[in-house]
């Protein structure tokens, strides 16, 4: 399972998926999972477990089908109202970066264990990139920093120019 990630000073490495051309920070010790399990492109896993979960952040790549951006993000509220059964998100409101991106967090029951989570939702014409963060929530703070890593770092990547043929 190739990781597509490079060394980088500071504790991390940059991710950069060759499909759907995003990139991000992953905390260096993190696992990177490119199976697509459960529809993902990729999956970062913290190295230990707590309570039979693991601390992770999973990026998702979905094709808006005719939503604008406001729907989809519409849409990802109503997913949410659904899995908590609370009527909105405990955070709801724009991501300082990248522009035009969204982050929501709430917190859920996963079997025993309460799971704190936080969502960017960011958009371009086609797509929507879910990156989503989960841990326990007795210890979501202990990971805070890694998640902001990916979350800070997560950017959308220009498509390679490729010369007419011919050239």
């Known amino acids: ?19 759907t051309l995003f990139a991000m920070q992953v905390p260096a ?11 993902t492109k990729v999956v970062l896993l913290s190295p230990t477990a707590e309570a039979a979960f693991r601390a992770n952040v999973n990026v998702s790549v979905q094709l808006l089908r005719g ?3 406001e729907e989809f993000l519409t ?10 059964g609370r009527p909105r ?16 967090e709430w917190r859920t029951e996963v079997g025993p ?13 086609h797509k929507a990139y879910v990156v ?25 990547q220009p498509p390679p120019h490729v010369a007419p043929a011919g050239h």
């Open 1 to 19: 399972m190739p990781n597509n990630a490079t060394g980088q000073a500071g504790g991390s490495r940059l991710y950069i998926d060759p499909e």
């Open 67 to 69: 939503l604008t951006p």
């Open 89 to 104: 998100a405990d955070r709801d409101e724009p991501a300082a970066r990248p522009a035009g991106a969204h982050l929501l």
């Open 29 to 39: 010790d993190w696992l990177i999972d490119t199976s697509g399990q459960q529809g």
């Open 132 to 156: 989503t963060a989960m841990a326990p929530a007795t210890s979501e703070l202990l990971y805070r920093r890694q998640f902001d890593l990916v979350f800070e770092s997560f950017q959308l």
């Open 75 to 84: 849409l990802s509220r109503l997913q949410l109202k659904q899995l908590t």
């Open 113 to 125: 264990v309460s799971i704190q989570a936080r969502q960017l939702i960011v958009t371009d014409s």
